[in-house]
Antibody, heavy 122, light 107 residues
Framework: QITLKESGPTLVKPTQTLTLTCTFS??????????VGWIRQPPGKSLEWLAL???????RYSPSLKSRLTITKDTSKNQVVLTMTNMDPVDTATYYC??????????????WGQGTLVFVSS | DIQMTQSPSTLSVSVGDRVTITCRAS??????LAWYRQKPGKGPNLLIY???TLESGVPSRFSGSGSGTEFTLTISSLQPDDFATYYC?????????FGGGTKVEIK
């Protein structure tokens, strides 16, 4: 059974760096074809993909946010970490991590975490 | 980025109704489209991928069709569990994008 859970601060101040951790179980990020992504959703709005990391450490980022994002993995801990620099109130959102369906080219998400709400305010 | 436009943004329907949601891509994405259902306070659930392939465990009242730039999600007979918001997502390009969502509400 695949599960994912996001953790991190509820509140960050403008200009600070946000660090979120996704802890997962039921799969390994060393298995060919596996990936974990981050997606966010501002209150009342749609979903926005942020980043994706693959089993082979290939990393992909949203072009509009690439300069602010870093995604890494720790396979020994079954964790994926996302950092986002220079936070702004417009970054207030629920942040989700999700399992990419295994297989080449399958860049969509079949298991999602419950999400963690992050407020950006001074 | 490829822009995904969903219509309508809101749909007021009754249990048992047939529901159709449209998703249009700003350029051709082949069949590389997924659909999700999201209930309030929860993460999205995958319904369909590759435009028309039903995810395992998803009820057969859901179906998807389309290719290129125009896609549809159909719910043949809406059930109480289906009052939610639906999103499409393209994965033709490495820059993944979602539609704006369609909220299906009780009439």
């Amino acid at each position: 059974q695949i599960t994912l859970k996001e953790s991190g601060p509820t509140l960050v101040k403008p200009t600070q760096t946000l660090t979120l951790t996704c802890t997962f179980s039921g799969f390994s990020l060393t298995t060919s074809g596996v990936g974990v992504g981050w997606i966010r959703q501002p209150p009342g709005k749609s979903l926005e993909w942020l980043a994706l990391i693959y089993w082979d450490d290939d990393k992909r980022y949203s072009p509009s946010l690439k300069s602010r994002l870093t995604i890494t993995k720790d396979t020994s801990k079954n964790q994926v970490v996302l950092t986002m620099t220079n936070m702004d109130p417009v970054d207030t959102a629920t942040y989700y991590c999700a399992h990419k369906m295994t297989g080449s080219g399958r860049r969509f998400f079949d298991y999602w975490g419950q999400g963690t709400l992050v407020f950006v305010s001074s | 980025d490829i822009q995904m436009t969903q219509s309508p943004s809101t749909l007021s329907v009754s249990v048992g109704d047939r529901v159709t949601i449209t998703c249009r891509a700003s350029e051709s994405i082949g069949i590389w489209l997924a659909w999700y259902r999201q209930k309030p306070g929860k993460g999205p659930n995958l319904l369909i991928y590759k435009a028309s392939t039903l995810e395992s465990g998803v009820p057969s009242r859901f179906s998807g069709s389309g290719s290129g730039t125009e896609f549809t999600l159909t719910i043949s007979s809406l059930q109480p569990d289906d009052f939610a918001t639906y999103y499409c997502q393209q994965y033709n390009s490495y820059s993944l994008t979602f539609g704006g969502g369609t909220k299906v509400e009780i009439k």
